[in-house]
Nanobody, 119 residues
């Protein structure tokens, strides 16, 4: 059974930092990429950052220069270093992993970890 285990959320003051981690297990196909989405109350889930297996990264504009995604392909883990956090970064953060079997795509999700930025 596939499981994405997230950790590292919490409460932080504006300007502070948090690190999120995610470890995937049970995925039998090669993982092509892992990343993070977030969903704020009353809003739809949106991409934060993605790390492809070849090392290419993509960030949502509002987090560029503040967030850094990294990972270990061999261990199917991904991390998100978040600096200079703002109240608008408050959301539930979801880890995601994408794998392929030939051309068939599989998307897996973690249960989410709450990040709250507040003074």
């Amino acid at each position: 059974q596939v499981h994405l285990a997230e950790s590292g959320g919490g409460l932080v003051q504006p300007g502070g930092s948090l690190n999120l981690s995610c470890a995937a297990s049970g995925i039998i196909f090669e993982v092509s990429g892992m990343g993070w989405y977030r969903q704020a109350p009353g809003k739809r889930r949106r991409l934060v950052a993605i790390l492809a297996r070849d090392g290419v990264t993509h960030y949502e504009d509002s987090v560029k220069g503040r967030f850094t995604i990294s990972g270990d392909n061999a261990k199917d883990t991904v991390h998100l270093e978040m600096n200079d956090l703002k109240p608008e970064d408050t959301a539930v953060y979801y880890c995601t992993a994408t794998a392929y079997r030939d051309t068939e795509r599989f998307d897996y999700w973690g249960q989410g970890t709450q990040v709250t930025v507040s003074s």
